[in-house]
């Protein structure tokens, strides 16, 4: 059990499985490990908190960027006659 | 005129789709030329081959599937730096937490933002400072990380295209929101 004794103290190992654990599920013993971490660390406890409401936050500027974003017609008129050129050969 | 000319209308895919295609390239590249350029080159690519085009997706699905290998280029390019970043993988992470057992490094504990409880989705400065955070990211970091939040994509789908190893993206994905939150604190609280 020495390896669960050390985790106690390895916030490193801890805030990795958090941002592992949003893509891939941990197995069985990465989750305890990570259980028995949180229970005694309170500063990874903020930092995961911090760490969904980041990820949430990216996710929606990511978004928002998009609907933020057009081509003016000038550019479009390029596009369309380089097109047009094209069709033409 | 054959099959795939009357499936296709390249006449109408600016009016249709440039708007869409922009945004979808502005959001994973952040660079409005550079964004204009892909798309221009996804038509003229798609027009060299119409002739691929079996119908089987939508002619969006198809074009934005270009588009979508272009921007992949640009991320391999732009992350030429990629042996530098796995030398650094093989480092522990010593900025901010103790190399013997792992423990934060009083400086860098994380400390509460404040406005956990109000909000801070549409907290508008707090969202501007994370965009100016997201921006310091090194550029593949960020890539990793635009993949990861808006296309929703597998970890084994971003190795495969931008040619990283799964013990290296993970350390960029823990780095990257390590850095991000850090960067967040530095200049939030």
Redo the contacts between chains.
């Keep these: 059990m020495n390896k669960l004794k050390k985790i106690q103290y390895d916030c490193h190992k801890a805030t990795f499985l958090m941002e592992k654990r949003t893509m891939k599920p941990l197995t069985l013993f990465e989750r305890v490990e990570l259980h028995i971490h949180l229970a005694g660390c309170s500063v990874c406890r903020t930092y995961k908190q911090q760490s969904y409401l980041i990820g949430q936050m990216v996710h929606r500027l990511l978004y928002n960027k998009a609907t933020e974003y057009h081509l003016d017609e000038k550019d479009k008129k390029v596009m369309e006659e380089r097109i047009e050129e094209e069709l033409k050969k | 005129m054959n099959d795939q000319q009357t499936l296709l209308n390249?006449?109408n895919?600016?009016?249709t789709y440039?708007?869409y295609l922009?945004?979808?390239a502005?959001?994973r590249i952040n660079d409005?030329e550079l964004?204009?350029d892909l798309?221009?080159e996804t038509?003229?690519a798609a027009?060299q081959r119409t002739a691929a085009f079996e119908g089987k997706s939508t002619e969006r699905t198809w074009l934005t599937a270009i588009l979508k290998n272009k921007i992949i280029d640009v991320y391999r390019k732009k992350s030429s730096g990629l042996k530098q970043v796995e030398m650094i993988a093989a480092e522990?992470?010593q900025e901010?937490?103790n190399p013997d057992?792992?423990?934060?490094k009083q400086e860098h504990?994380?400390?509460?933002?404040g406005i956990?409880n109000h909000d801070?989705?549409h907290n508008k400065e707090?969202?501007h400072i994370?965009?100016l955070c997201?921006e310091k990211l090194p550029a593949l970091w960020l890539s990793v990380?635009?993949m990861?939040?808006?296309d929703d994509a597998?970890?084994e789908a971003i190795c495969t295209d931008l040619k990283i190893s799964p013990n290296n993206f993970?350390v960029i994905?823990?780095r990257a929101?390590?850095n991000?939150?850090a960067c967040?604190q530095k200049n939030w609280i």
């Excluded at chain 2, 504990?109 to 933002?113: G, L, R, T």
Aim: hydrophobic share 50%.
């Design positions: 390249p006449h895919w600016v009016k440039a708007d922009y945004a979808f502005i959001v409005e964004a204009k798309v221009q038509f003229l027009l522990p992470d901010f937490f057992h792992g423990h934060w504990w994380p400390q509460p933002f956990e801070p989705l707090f969202n994370l965009q997201m990380f635009t990861k939040h808006i597998t970890s993970w994905i823990h929101k390590l991000l939150r967040l």
